[in-house]
């Protein structure tokens, strides 16, 4: 299987992604890395760079992060969601996961 193809970016968080990689100097790089969570047992950092191996691609931005993480992102969707009082990447993975009503927190299941 490539391993740029298991982490799915929607088209608002590809833009969101571009914006703040080419704000933090690293036009088209963004690094994701999962710490540990305070709601949930894995929460979403996401910082300008090319930190690691390349996770995922989506309309003009790389999302490079630990080779050792990608088995935790793999089936998951990232997206964006902006509103009146603020806006935060999200990670969806249906059954997969239990999410944070935060949206960037989860936990695997099974």
Known sequence: MDP?????ITPRAAAELCRQA???GYPGSMAIELVAG?????ALQ???GSEG???ARSDGI???GPADQFHLLNGLQLDFQCSLSGGGFLL???ERIRSCPCG???TPRG
Not at 4 to 8: F, H, K
Not at 38 to 42: P, Y
Request: with cysteine; glycine share 14%.
């Open 22 to 24: 080419a704000r933090g």
């Open 62 to 64: 790389t999302l490079y």
């Open 38 to 42: 305070s709601c949930e047992a894995w």
């Open 92 to 94: 969806r993975g249906g």
């Open 104 to 106: 960037a927190a989860f």
């Open 53 to 55: 191996k390349a996770l």
């Open 4 to 8: 740029t193809s298991g982490l799915r």
């Open 46 to 48: 996401l910082k300008a």
